[in-house]
């Protein structure tokens, strides 16, 4: 299977942001029913009007930092921290003198509603399928890609 690469971040954003933006440049990473994944780009004195979405959303700061609003609630964010958007609440983000970037990843309600109880039996929506706990394995050692420079005597790094 070969490697799908998304391109976002400077040279790949919209210069407009999503609809009720101000001094947003943004780019969606994907969207499916699964959800959507997308980084925005704030400038400075930049925001996202306050607004309702069906969806729950987690708004991750990856850097600089601004102002977050959910609810009647206000707080500052910065780099490193994530804050849960809720569906159907209220919610904002906004920057004064600063910049920041953050990556937001929205779920679609028939995800969230699933409870998630082992042993438990679950009514799904038509064409919808519970998350499940994922059961990972190491992969086996790898070769070099021919092409690749051998190692300097350093283990794992390259010359």
Known sequence: M??????FGVGHRRPEGPP??????????ETSPSGVIAELAFGRNARITPHSNPNASWFIVIEGGGWVGVGDDRTRVQAGEAVAWPADVVHAAWTEGTHMRAIVVEFPPPMLALPVIEGEA???EPGTRPATRGEGRLAPPSRPAPDAAPPDGVEGEPR
Do not use: A, Y
């Open 20 to 29: 009720g933006t101000t001094g947003i440049e943004g780019q969606v990473i």
């Open 122 to 124: 679950l009514e799904l």
């Open 2 to 7: 070969p490697i799908e690469v998304r391109r």
